[in-house]
């Protein structure tokens, strides 16, 4: 938390990147009935923190529901910029 009490847009831009993430993982698993990696990480891990976490930050009257739905939704659109950012910082490193 900043000083004026306010909290940083990039946290909830990188949960909601992090929840839009592991949303994808289980539409793939939906659509394609089949393992796909990341639904395990999904179920077991960001599905519980991101419940537990958004129940906080709506109890204590520090995000709306508004704010959390446009974060989701920049999280899906930044994952593949994202994502093709770090494919070529891996080809570039390794």
Do not use: C
């Not at 949960?15 to 994808?24: D, K, P, Q, T, Y």
């Not at 289980?26 to 393992?35: M, N, P, V």
């Not at 995000?63 to 910082?89: D, E, N, Y």
Request: no cysteine.
């Amino acid at each position: 938390m900043f000083r004026n009490g306010t909290y940083s847009i990039f946290s909830f831009l990188v949960s909601g990147l992090f929840l839009a993430n592991g949303v994808s993982h289980l539409f793939q698993f939906i659509s394609l009935k089949d393992y796909v990696p990341g639904i395990v990480t999904f179920i077991i891990v960001i599905y519980p923190y991101s419940i537990f976490t958004l129940k906080h930050l709506l109890k204590e009257k520090l995000i709306t529901m508004k704010k959390i739905l446009g974060h989701l939704f920049l999280g899906f659109i930044l994952q593949v910029p994202f994502a093709l950012l770090s494919l070529w910082l891996a080809r570039l490193l390794f």
